[in-house]
């Protein structure tokens, strides 16, 4: 298996229930597919570089993870279907 990182925001007009429910979909999504979770680091509101969708604040969390490539692919197809994603970056460490 290979170590990666998958770093994503979330939108701040989101509630903390909501914003809880997709992070622990991502970690039950990677476990049920054969993948170990690392850690999950919540950096919380940040300023973003630029607006996206006319919003100036994002809410970055930092997953780390070991999977398989097809498991990549999946996670990738997920967060592009999800609400409430602004964007997400998958990289290999």
Same mark, same amino acid.
């Given at each position: 298996?290979?170590? %990666? @990182? &998958?770093? $994503?925001?979330?939108?701040?007009?989101?509630? @903390?229930?909501?914003? /809880?429910? *997709? *992070?622990?979909?991502? @970690?039950?999504?990677?476990? @049920?597919?054969?993948?170990?979770?690392?850690?999950?680091?919540?950096?919380?509101?940040?300023?973003?570089? $630029?607006?996206?969708? %006319?919003?100036?604040?994002? $809410? %970055?969390?930092? &997953?780390?993870?070991?999977? /398989?490539?097809?498991?990549?692919?999946?996670?990738?197809?997920?967060?592009?279907?999800?609400?409430?994603?602004?964007?997400?970056?998958?990289?290999?460490?």
């Amino acid at each position: 298996m290979t170590k %990666y @990182e &998958m770093l $994503y925001v979330l939108d701040c007009d989101l509630a @903390e229930e909501a914003r /809880e429910a *997709i *992070i622990k979909k991502f @970690e039950a999504l990677v476990t @049920e597919n054969g993948g170990v979770v690392e850690n999950v680091d919540r950096w919380g509101m940040k300023k973003l570089q $630029y607006p996206i969708n %006319y919003k100036n604040e994002g $809410y %970055y969390v930092l &997953m780390s993870f070991e999977a /398989e490539k097809t498991l990549v692919v999946e996670l990738k197809r997920v967060a592009g279907i999800i609400d409430g994603i602004v964007r997400r970056l998958i990289t290999k460490r």
